[in-house]
Every structure is written in structure tokens, then in C-alpha cells.
């Protein structure tokens, strides 16, 4: 079984055969030093093919058929790796293959690849017509997990809450488990309260979809111990603290933290890496009703540590507590979570770089390292000490909205760490999960963030 049977998308790659056509990927520089050849590059310059960033200009054979394509990096192409993902949308139907040294070759295909993406599950589109001859001796099993892992991440934060509330994401959830032959169980509504999850309770509780906990499990006993932690709040109004309109248009993606383990956790199993794997994801609606929580009101966690609710639409930290406090009964020796947890992460450094958390200095240089390897951006931020008095409370141990809204992504992370002792290392992810702009590698939409980065290092472990 392929990735791609299981989030049912036909691969763009094709085994490398005759016959294929070829993009000459290049810069400026390279048609200065007559590349791929003199007669090419007269041609381009009749054209006014310069070589710019994404430009693409088409080449006619002697016998007046198409063949072949050169296609511009720009003067500087490390600023974008993923550039090639133009090319999934703007070449003609055929198989090509890819050539220039600007660029890794792995850069090239992953960008390809990428970009042939869209969410096309409530309209008719056009089916992309160019595939990708990967070069000899690619792994062409990398290459499509890595973008089954990215796709599958997409297309369920692109997808609305009306078909990707909690039991949605459940079965889906379960289905993975099922192609990898992962075992997958779930605790559903007041079973939450029966086993001692009282804040997944709390937050879920007023939807019309009962809250859940699921719980995967897949690998060798014994190995290393990753546990993978996804914030799943499947639609976030922010309780009875409502959020404006404009703020929730984009609330179908308060699930990303979930939707990324999952695609992190199909790229560990289909590489078969020897962990002990196991991903938990808290599934709720943040809804309104006359059952939903309200400011004020006061909860004893899992842990036992009780939080004082000063914010309803800060409920992310709180499902996420009683997933943590569960992963850590285990101690896990890698324990990874992520979420969309905070605009200030946003604010310090904008939608497309997820800061991380770790007192790990160890894995904190680990990732960062994996990080560049990958060209998947993220960026440490501190556990700063100074700011734990901002989560005290005045009636319970801690509340889960700060005043002052200062460092709101530090004191976020500080309120989970409370719950994350016992794991070896722990790191939590503030991710977006969400591209604004069209870009080469992806339309605007969901978007997977950090996994790839994860994955390496986590591949490094095992």
C-alpha cells in the first residue's frame, strides 16, 4: 500500500523512460554562460527569456513539435527553493524531467510536486496534465510520503467544519491507523469525565458533536518513544468570549495542530522507522450553547492542576493540557505537540515561520539544523521564567488567559509546560497552518508546517 491510496490522489511522479521532455532550470547567469548551449540561448534572447523567477519560455524541435522548456530561477534561486512548483500548473501535458544545478534536484522535484496541489472536493477542475520523471536512482517513496503527508495535512484543514467536525476527523483518524495497521481507540463524550479528562470535556461539551480523545499507537515496543500531540478544535466561535466575524472565517483551521501530526505520523509509518509511535489528538468544537463554559468559571485538570477560565476562546491550551498530562504518564522520550494556538506567534514572526518551545538545548539545535536541511522554517522562542507569574491566578493554581496581552505565545507555551513533565524532551509547535498568498509550492489554503523538518530529525533517532 502507497500513501496515495489512502488520501486518494494519483501521484505526479512517473518512473524515469524514454521519450521524456526536458526543463532546463536556470539562471540568469547560466544564459550569460551559454546554457544549456549557444543556439538555445539565442532563442531565449529573441524571446526576452531572461531567466527571472518563474519565468517559462517553450522550445519548438526542428521537426515543429514541442521539445522541451527552460524555466527561470532568478538571480537568487536559494530564496526560493520550491520554485518548480510553478511548473505543475504552467507545462503542457506530457512527462519532463528536470535539469539544472541552481538548485538541489531534491528541490526541484519536492517544488514540483507541491505545487501540483488544489482542493478541488466541492468544484469540477482541471486535471494537472504534466508529471515528473523522477531522476535515476530518486527515492521515489520519500518523495511521495513526504507529499502525501503535506496533501493529507491540506485537505483536511481545507476542508469545512459541516464535513470535518470531531467524528469526521475521527474516522479519518482511524482510517490511517487502518492502512498502516496502527491500533486506533477513542473516548467519547462523558466517558471523557468517567476516565479523567475534564478539560476536553469542558471545551467540547456545548457542541452538537460530543468531544473525544483519540489515541494511535503503531510500531515496535520497546523503541524509542515518540508521542505526537494535535491540537484538534475543529471550529473555534471562542465560546461565549465570541470572536468577530472576520475572526472566524478562517476557524475551520483551529484543527491544523491535529491535521499536522497526522500528516508527521503517516510519513513515520510508511518510512517504517523504528519508534514506538503514538499520536493523541483532542477532538472538540468550541460552540456555543447553554451547556458551554463560561469566563470565570474554575477546573481541576487531569494533572490536577486547576485553571481558571479568564478567556473561553482560549481553549486550545486546555485541551491540549489533559492530552499532555496523558502522553507524559507514559514518558514518552520524545513528546512533540502542535497547534494554532496564538495570534502572537504570528505577530512575532509573521504566518509563514512557526516558533518552537523547548528547554532542550540538545533537540532545540537538532531541529534548528533539520530546519535548514529540509529549507522548512522554524524558529526558537524562549521559555522565558520571567513570565510564568503572568499565568498565576488569584483564585486557582493558573488561568489560561493572561492579561496584558504581552508574549501571548511564550505564556501559552508556559501554561503547557505545566502539564508536559514526565516526557524526556518535550518541544511544543506554534504553527499557522495556513498560507495567505499563493505561492509556487502552495495555493492560499491549508498548509503543512514544520512536519518535514520533524520528520528528518525524528528519522535521525531511529
Not at 248 to 268: F, P, Q, S, Y
Not at 410 to 427: E, Q, Y
Amino acid at each position: 500500500m502507497t500513501p496515495y491510496q489512502f488520501i486518494e490522489r494519483p501521484s505526479p511522479f512517473r518512473p524515469s523512460a524514454d521519450g521524456k521532455l526536458l526543463v532546463h532550470c536556470l539562471t540568469p547567469a547560466d544564459l550569460e554562460a551559454q546554457k544549456p548551449s549557444p543556439e538555445v540561448c539565442e532563442w531565449a534572447r529573441s524571446a526576452g527569456f531572461k531567466a527571472d523567477a518563474g519565468s517559462l519560455l517553450l522550445l519548438q524541435g526542428s521537426d515543429g513539435k514541442l521539445s522541451g522548456a527552460l524555466f527561470g530561477l532568478g538571480a537568487e534561486p536559494q530564496d526560493q527553493p520550491f520554485i518548480a512548483g510553478k511548473l505543475a500548473r504552467s507545462l503542457p501535458a506530457g512527462t519532463w524531467m528536470l535539469s539544472g544545478d541552481a538548485l538541489p534536484p531534491e528541490r526541484l522535484v519536492l517544488g514540483f510536486g507541491l505545487g501540483g496541489y488544489s482542493f478541488d472536493t466541492y468544484k469540477t477542475a482541471k486535471p494537472l496534465e504534466a508529471s515528473l520523471a523522477l531522476p535515476d536512482g530518486a527515492d521515489a517513496a520519500a518523495f511521495e510520503r513526504g507529499l502525501a503527508a503535506v496533501f493529507l495535512a491540506r485537505d483536511l484543514i481545507n476542508t469545512p467544519t459541516n464535513d470535518m467536525g470531531p467524528q469526521r476527523l475521527e474516522e479519518v483518524f482511524r482510517a490511517l491507523a487502518a492502512h498502516y495497521g496502527a491500533e486506533a481507540t477513542s473516548i467519547v463524550g462523558e466517558d471523557l469525565l468517567a476516565q479523567n479528562f475534564p478539560l476536553i470535556h469542558t471545551v467540547g461539551r456545548a457542541s452538537a458533536q460530543a468531544p473525544r480523545l483519540l489515541d494511535m499507537r503503531w510500531g515496535r515496543k520497546g523503541a524509542r518513544k515518540v508521542t505526537l500531540v494535535g491540537k484538534g478544535v475543529c471550529f473555534d466561535t471562542g465560546g461565549l468570549d465570541i470572536k468577530p466575524a472576520p475572526s472566524m472565517l478562517l476557524m475551520k483551521k483551529d484543527m491544523g495542530g491535529a491535521a499536522n501530526v497526522l500528516g508527521l505520523a503517516l510519513m513515520i509509518m510508511d518510512a517504517g522507522l523504528d519508534v514506538e509511535l503514538r499520536v493523541l489528538v483532542p477532538a472538540v468544537e468550541n460552540s456555543i450553547s447553554a451547556d458551554a463554559f463560561r469566563p470565570g468559571d474554575i477546573y481541576r485538570s487531569r494533572k490536577g492542576i486547576s485553571v481558571q477560565i479568564d478567556n473561553t476562546d482560549a481553549e486550545g491550551r486546555l485541551v491540549l493540557a489533559d492530552a499532555l498530562a496523558y502522553a507524559a504518564e507514559e514518558t514518552p522520550d520524545l513528546m512533540i505537540d502542535m497547534a494554532t494556538l496564538t495570534g502572537a506567534a504570528r505577530v512575532a514572526l509573521g504566518p509563514e515561520v512557526p516558533p518552537f518551545f523547548t528547554d532542550d538545548e540538545d533537540l532545540a539545535l537538532a531541529l534548528s539544523r533539520a530546519s535548514q536541511a529540509e529549507d522548512d522554517p522554524i524558529w526558537r522562542l524562549p521559555l522565558f521564567k520571567g513570565y510564568e507569574k503572568d499565568i498565576r491566578s488569584r483564585a486557582a493554581d493558573i488561568t489560561n488567559a493572561p492579561g496584558g496581552g504581552m508574549a501571548g505565545s511564550i505564556t501559552a507555551a508556559l501554561f503547557l509546560k505545566r502539564f508536559a513533565g514526565g516526557a524526556g524532551s518535550w518541544v511544543h509547535f506554534d504553527i499557522f497552518a495556513w498560507s495567505a498568498t499563493d505561492k509556487p509550492q502552495t495555493p492560499v489554503g491549508g498548509e503543512a508546517q514544520a512536519i518535514r523538518a520533524l520528520f528528518r530529525h525524528i528519522a535521525s533517532l531511529a
